[in-house]
């Protein structure tokens, strides 16, 4: 149950709650004014981005602390009313691997504590997000004495349990993380299955790990007539298309959908067209980077003609994508949450995805999506070809991905989150989530 509101004075026995003033956000390796699909830019920024401000919808502000890779951003941008993107300078102003950031953390927290103490700001709590901002939130807290909450959004032992050797995470992030697990007075998991890992990732096993998933916007997430977005995106209304939204990362999957993409290429009689969603391109549309080696990928695989790379895009537009679609595919081989598969659900556009993490808590297999397994690509490439071939089941999944989606609703998920808060700055390190009722 949420705090009781008590105008009187205080009675011995009786808890009351002082009201909150303000939250600082941590969110080190990347801006939420960051560019989706780009290096280092997907769903944690929209995270970050849409709890601040739904937080500060409900009478709470938010000041996110990014650090500055562009010596021209103002130092304090207006993100919505009551949120503050605060760039911090911590290193040389310009893009760095987030990979050489944990040296600078030290800097990031005295030049935080400085801004803090310019502007007289007084926070109640710190949401470090991802072990890099955990880490800056561990040094502010001798500063401050302010209670901190982590959320990982990914963790390094499960990003190894599946990637390559080439794609190993470092013992250092290991390291911290297991530490911060201890050190962090709550954390956030994404998922059930998440909150039962960082439970065993502690020495000293606690109730204070509470999981709350991410939201989705469902005002800007919703069902959208194809047609017009087919027509829109120059897309006939007759072909057969797969959705794919997400960053060029190995942990998504992509190799197992490209090889997913050359099964249904072989074995159908009508060639389906992915339309591809992330990655960088030129001014002129053509992509570069890791983008254009994706690109030379597929046409060595003879995929150049089914496959249509459009970069990333704003996340506005991404509704038009998923009306667009006739199936998203989501192959990742890790996901704590599956913020994609979600706002695809919430347009009332049926998912594919891989049985990983998060994923199998927010796909209810044939009710709201399909579930295969993880990296199989025979599997997925048999399951996008069930949703393209049978219109009956489209519309069975759509209706069902649509009413799944509902329960993700950012209020929620905000309103949960902010009794988290409430619960710490009050000095209570028990039953810090008793009113999370989104993960049943």
């Known amino acids: 149950m949420p705090p009781y509101d008590y105008p009187g004075p205080p009675v011995h026995g009786f808890e009351t709650d002082a009201p909150l003033r303000r939250v600082a956000a941590l969110s080190v390796h990347t801006s939420p004014l960051a560019t989706l699909g780009r290096t280092d830019a997907g769903g944690m920024n929209v995270y970050v981005r849409e709890l601040s401000c739904h937080t500060a919808a409900l009478g709470l502000p938010v000041d996110v602390f990014t650090r500055r890779t562009d010596p021209n951003t103002p130092e304090t941008v207006a993100l919505c009313p009551g949120v503050n993107v605060v760039s911090v300078t911590a290193g040389p102003p310009t893009a760095l691997s987030k990979h050489e950031i944990f040296p600078l953390l030290p800097a990031f927290a005295a030049e935080v504590a400085r801004y803090a103490a310019r502007q007289g700001a007084n926070y109640d709590a710190v949401h470090a997000h991802y072990w890099l901002s955990g880490w800056v939130a561990h040094l502010l807290k001798a500063d401050w004495d302010t209670p901190f909450v982590q959320m990982f959004h990914t963790t390094a032992h499960r990003k190894n349990a599946v990637a390559g050797a080439d794609g190993q995470e470092s013992a250092l ?57 087919r027509a829109a995106l120059g897309l006939d209304i007759q072909d057969r298309v797969i959705l794919f939204v997400g960053r060029i990362d190995p942990i998504k999957g992509i190799d197992t959908l490209l090889r997913a993409m050359g099964h ?3 074995q159908a009689h009508s060639i389906p067209t992915l339309l591809f969603v992330g990655g960088e391109t030129d001014p002129g549309g053509a992509p570069i980077g890791s983008l254009a080696d994706l690109c030379a990928s ?22 038009r994508y998923y009306a667009a679609a006739d199936v998203v595919a989501v192959p990742s081989r890790y996901e704590s949450f599956g913020l994609v598969a979600v706002e695809a659900m919430a347009c009332g556009t049926p998912v594919v995805a891989s049985r990983a993490g998060g994923l199998a808590y927010t796909i209810e297999d044939e009710v709201s999506g399909l579930l295969v397994p993880v ?15 049978d219109r009956d089941l489209r519309t069975h999944l759509g209706a069902g991905a649509r009413t799944a989606a509902q329960r993700y609703a950012w209020p929620a998920v905000a309103t949960a989150i902010r009794h988290v808060y409430q619960r710490l700055a009050n000095g209570h390190v028990a039953r810090l989530c008793d009113d999370d009722k989104i993960y049943a």
């Open 298 to 319: 597929a046409a060595e695989l003879g995929l150049a003609q089914s496959i249509r790379f459009v970069g990333s895009q704003p996340q506005d537009q991404l509704p």
């Open 173 to 229: 992030r290991l390291d911290t993380e297991r530490r911060l697990t201890d050190l962090a007075d709550s954390l956030i998991a994404a998922n059930p299955d998440e909150r039962d890992d960082l439970l065993g990732l502690q020495q000293t096993p606690t109730d204070k790990v509470c999981a709350i998933p991410p939201g989705v916007d469902l005002d800007l997430f919703r069902p959208q007539n194809r047609t017009a977005a």
């Open 375 to 389: 990296g199989d690509s025979h599997a997925l490439a048999h399951a996008l070809a069930r949703v393209l071939d």
């Open 264 to 266: 249904l290429v072989a």
